[in-house]
């Protein structure tokens, strides 16, 4: 029976932006992530997913909705306290400024261990040896600031500290988009082995579909702040719904000739994409859908289940 | 008919002068660009690529960067190197354009998208006669065919007022309002999304298959390349390592780190990531006097260590840098 480890139940965040303008920024989503899965959470640049991942850490407190973590319910005005913080962990994008520059590794690593008693003051150091062997960093490393080593290595830095507190949850906002593809390969095994061994569950966080296709369980597609799509990994390569899935998928860059067929028929982006502060009315992509009907210009489409597990908000699918 | 080289570099090697000593980042690229073809320059992050394009355009001059004795860069069999400023300025205005990075870094802020194309027409050759009307129409010519609607509006607009999509496409279009014999684009579509970098690249294709220029095309991403240019520069660590037409790069790569980054990018049709490339990439300051490639390499043996690996010829307009290549 698989067991909800994280709900997000109607979660609004919203952005004031000068006079009487506001930023939709996550609006209205409904998300389960299971226990033990990989979430890709997939979308451009302005949809929301690092948002909802700041919001779901409590960094930002949510302008309305509840999230569910781990049976413990937060609304718009509770905090998170420090159990939830130990379960629950995040990696940033860029290691360059999630690290501070001023601390050495030992630094970086001895403060969640110290902040959540994981082993007594005497064992810190064993206990960072440990953890930087689990992330194939060797044991110099400890004395090492984050200005002395490359790109790759401060991201695993990153990781070793999110998996210091012992978390049954990572939020993974992005983690290899700013290396070298020779590194992420290295980086995305690291995770996915990390994930066995410690029966993690992941969101991944990325706008990379061929990653997503390689490692997670689920997919979830954002748009402007809303869900357009979610479904099963592979039910979704092989049969995107959302136009703005397909236009995605199609739009990716490939290497081979077996991956070019997988790829739906191009589907060109026409339009621009709208702000955020501006949103249409309507459906949000009826800017740049090729299968814009009036009614999308005026009413919004309903999440709706289409297939088993498999969700999609758009008109196409709305009707019988 | 024989294809006139446009862009001639040879044996380029630049240095950066720092405190910690001389970082000897290019090596003897041999790199060039022929009329009407389009060249990928692939590689990955501090390899060089940007580098080699911006001696190319002199744009290293008053930095740490030095062109070292024994470079040549030709354009159209004219020496760039020793240029004086009006022929530099003539290269610059009316021969070479280059799109970079950052579109936010390459707009001036202060001033509206159309004052700044507007002094792009103005100092180039374009409009012989200094008619304003006559420039203004090149520039809404320019706009629209980077498929950006209201060109009148945009042209009175900031560029903090245009999305990052459409500031790379006003880029493009002040690329084009000059005479440009080759165009550069620097990774045009890395701040970008993918489905908007998908119609930057396709805009890029139309100009040059439509029009009479050629294009450098730099990016990391082998897959945006494989769609857009005939021929491919892999680089690594400062130097050329393979060169192929497209097709065969990909069916075919010979040089060890090639093969590395085809099997280190995710594919679409799943099955896990490979183990991407073992190792780091050489010291500048101390480079290795073997191949630069050899630390990493798992074809690696004593001689790839003694000397640097001269290029052969695998197979006709395939190239590569490696004494192990059969």
Same mark, same amino acid.
């Given at each position: 029976?698989?067991?909800?480890?994280?709900?997000?139940?109607?979660?609004?965040?919203?952005?004031?932006?000068?006079?009487?303008?506001?930023?939709?920024?996550?609006?209205?989503?409904?998300?389960?992530?299971?226990?033990?899965?990989?979430?890709?959470?997939?979308?451009?640049?302005?949809?929301?997913?690092?948002?909802?991942?700041?919001?779901?850490?409590?960094?930002?407190?949510?302008?309305?909705?509840?999230?569910?973590?781990?049976?413990?319910?937060?609304?718009?005005?509770?905090?998170?306290?420090?159990?939830?913080?130990?379960?629950?962990?995040?990696?940033?994008?860029?290691?360059?400024?999630?690290?501070?520059?001023?601390?050495?590794?030992?630094?970086?690593?001895?403060?969640?261990?110290?902040?959540?008693?994981?082993?007594?003051?005497?064992?810190?150091?064993?206990?960072?040896? &440990?953890? %930087?062997?689990?992330? !194939?960093?060797? $044991?110099?490393?400890?004395?090492? =600031? /984050?200005?002395? @080593?490359?790109? #790759?290595?401060?991201?695993?830095?990153?990781?070793?500290?999110?998996?210091?507190?012992?978390?049954?949850?990572?939020?993974?906002?992005?983690?290899?988009?700013?290396?070298?593809?020779?590194?992420?390969?290295?980086?995305?095994?690291?995770?996915?082995?990390?994930?066995?061994?410690?029966?993690?569950?992941?969101?991944?966080?990325?706008?990379?579909?061929?990653?997503?296709?390689?490692?997670?369980?689920?997919?979830?597609?954002?748009?402007?702040?809303?869900?357009?799509?979610?479904?099963?990994?592979?039910?979704?390569?092989?049969?995107?719904?959302?136009?703005?899935?397909?236009?995605?998928?199609?739009?990716?860059?490939?290497?081979?000739?077996?991956? &070019?067929? %997988?790829?739906?028929? !191009?589907?060109? $982006?026409?339009?621009?994409?709208? =702000? /955020?502060?501006? @949103?249409?009315? #309507?459906?949000?992509?009826?800017?740049?859908?090729?299968?814009?009907?009036?009614?999308?210009?005026?009413?919004?489409?309903?999440?709706?289940?289409?297939?088993?597990?498999?969700?999609?908000?758009?008109?196409?699918?709305?009707?019988? | 008919?024989?294809?006139?080289?446009?862009?001639?570099?040879?044996?380029?090697?630049?240095?950066?002068?720092?405190?910690?000593?001389?970082?000897?980042?290019?090596?003897?690229?041999?790199?060039?660009?022929?009329?009407?073809?389009?060249?990928?320059?692939?590689?990955?992050?501090?390899?060089?690529?940007?580098?080699?394009?911006?001696?190319?355009?002199?744009?290293?001059?008053?930095?740490?960067?030095?062109?070292?004795?024994?470079?040549?860069?030709?354009?159209?069999?004219?020496?760039?190197?020793?240029?004086?400023?009006?022929?530099?300025?003539?290269?610059?205005?009316?021969?070479?354009?280059?799109?970079?990075?950052?579109?936010?870094?390459?707009?001036?802020?202060?001033?509206?998208?159309?004052?700044?194309?507007?002094?792009?027409?103005?100092?180039?050759?374009?409009?012989?006669?200094?008619?304003?009307?006559?420039?203004?129409?090149?520039?809404?010519?320019?706009?629209?065919?980077?498929?950006?609607?209201?060109?009148?509006?945009?042209?009175?607009?900031?560029?903090?007022?245009?999305?990052?999509?459409?500031?790379?496409?006003?880029?493009?279009?002040?690329?084009?309002?000059?005479?440009?014999?080759?165009?550069?684009?620097?990774?045009?579509?890395?701040?970008?999304?993918?489905?908007?970098?998908?119609?930057?690249?396709?805009?890029?294709?139309?100009?040059?298959?439509?029009?009479?220029?050629?294009?450098?095309?730099?990016?990391?991403?082998?897959?945006?390349?494989?769609?857009?240019?005939?021929?491919?520069?892999?680089?690594?660590?400062?130097?050329?390592?393979?060169?192929?037409?497209?097709?065969?790069?990909?069916?075919?790569?010979?040089?060890?780190?090639?093969?590395?980054?085809?099997?280190?990018?995710?594919?679409?049709?799943?099955?896990?990531?490979?183990?991407?490339?073992?190792?780091?990439?050489?010291?500048?300051?101390?480079?290795?006097?073997?191949?630069?490639?050899?630390?990493?390499?798992?074809?690696?043996?004593?001689?790839?260590?003694?000397?640097?690996?001269?290029?052969?010829?695998?197979?006709?307009?395939?190239?590569?840098?490696?004494?192990?290549?059969?």
């Amino acid at each position: 029976m698989s067991k909800s480890l994280l709900e997000l139940k109607k979660l609004v965040m919203h952005f004031p932006a000068g006079k009487n303008q506001v930023v939709r920024a996550v609006d209205n989503i409904d998300l389960s992530v299971i226990e033990g899965e990989v979430l890709g959470l997939v979308g451009e640049s302005g949809s929301g997913k690092s948002t909802i991942a700041y919001t779901v850490m409590g960094m930002y407190n949510q302008t309305d909705g509840e999230i569910v973590f781990d049976g413990d319910v937060y609304t718009s005005s509770d905090k998170r306290n420090k159990d939830f913080h130990r379960k629950a962990q995040i990696v940033f994008q860029d290691p360059g400024s999630s690290l501070n520059p001023y601390q050495d590794v030992r630094t970086i690593l001895s403060l969640p261990l110290k902040v959540h008693k994981i082993v007594p003051r005497n064992e810190i150091d064993n206990k960072i040896l &440990e953890i %930087l062997e689990t992330v !194939e960093l060797p $044991s110099n490393f400890m004395y090492k =600031s /984050p200005n002395a @080593i490359g790109g #790759g290595e401060k991201q695993l830095v990153a990781i070793a500290r999110a998996i210091c507190s012992d978390p049954k949850f990572i939020v993974l906002d992005e983690p290899t988009s700013s290396l070298d593809v020779s590194i992420q390969a290295k980086i995305i095994n690291m995770l996915m082995g990390l994930k066995e061994k410690n029966n993690l569950t992941y969101i991944f966080i990325t706008h990379d579909l061929a990653v997503i296709r390689n490692v997670s369980n689920r997919v979830a597609v954002m748009y402007l702040g809303k869900i357009c799509e979610l479904s099963p990994t592979e039910e979704f390569y092989a049969e995107p719904l959302h136009p703005y899935s397909q236009m995605l998928l199609s739009a990716i860059p490939v290497v081979s000739e077996e991956e &070019e067929k %997988l790829k739906p028929a !191009e589907v060109k $982006s026409v339009g621009e994409v709208p =702000s /955020p502060v501006d @949103i249409p009315l #309507g459906c949000s992509f009826n800017t740049r859908c090729k299968y814009v009907q009036p009614k999308c210009l005026e009413v919004d489409p309903e999440m709706k289940e289409v297939k088993p597990g498999h969700f999609v908000r758009c008109h196409l699918y709305s009707d019988e | 008919m024989s294809k006139e080289k446009l862009l001639d570099i040879q044996d380029l090697r630049v240095w950066f002068k720092t405190y910690r000593g001389y970082s000897k980042v290019l090596d003897g690229v041999n790199f060039h660009v022929n009329q009407k073809e389009k060249v990928g320059l692939v590689g990955e992050s501090g390899c060089g690529k940007t580098t080699t394009m911006k001696a190319a355009l002199r744009l290293l001059e008053g930095t740490s960067a030095s062109i070292r004795e024994g470079s040549k860069v030709q354009f159209s069999g004219q020496d760039v190197l020793s240029m004086d400023n009006d022929e530099l300025l003539d290269y610059r205005r009316n021969h070479v354009s280059m799109i970079s990075q950052s579109p936010m870094s390459a707009l001036n802020p202060v001033f509206t998208i159309g004052e700044q194309m507007m002094d792009v027409v103005k100092y180039s050759d374009r409009v012989k006669s200094g008619n304003t009307k006559e420039m203004e129409e090149v520039i809404v010519e320019a706009v629209n065919s980077v498929m950006i609607p209201d060109p009148a509006r945009i042209m009175k607009s900031y560029p903090h007022q245009l999305s990052g999509g459409m500031r790379q496409r006003i880029c493009i279009a002040t690329a084009l309002v000059k005479p440009c014999e080759l165009l550069i684009a620097d990774e045009p579509g890395t701040a970008l999304d993918v489905t908007v970098e998908a119609q930057i690249n396709d805009i890029l294709r139309k100009l040059v298959d439509e029009g009479d220029s050629s294009l450098v095309m730099i990016t990391h991403s082998l897959g945006v390349v494989r769609d857009l240019v005939d021929k491919i520069y892999v680089m690594y660590a400062g130097e050329i390592v393979e060169i192929a037409p497209t097709k065969e790069l990909f069916h075919n790569p010979r040089h060890p780190y090639t093969e590395g980054l085809l099997a280190s990018v995710p594919r679409l049709t799943g099955g896990g990531l490979s183990a991407g490339i073992y190792g780091y990439v050489p010291d500048y300051f101390d480079p290795p006097s073997g191949c630069r490639f050899a630390n990493r390499c798992k074809y690696c043996t004593d001689d790839c260590l003694k000397e640097k690996p001269p290029m052969v010829e695998v197979s006709p307009g395939h190239f590569v840098t490696c004494i192990r290549w059969q």
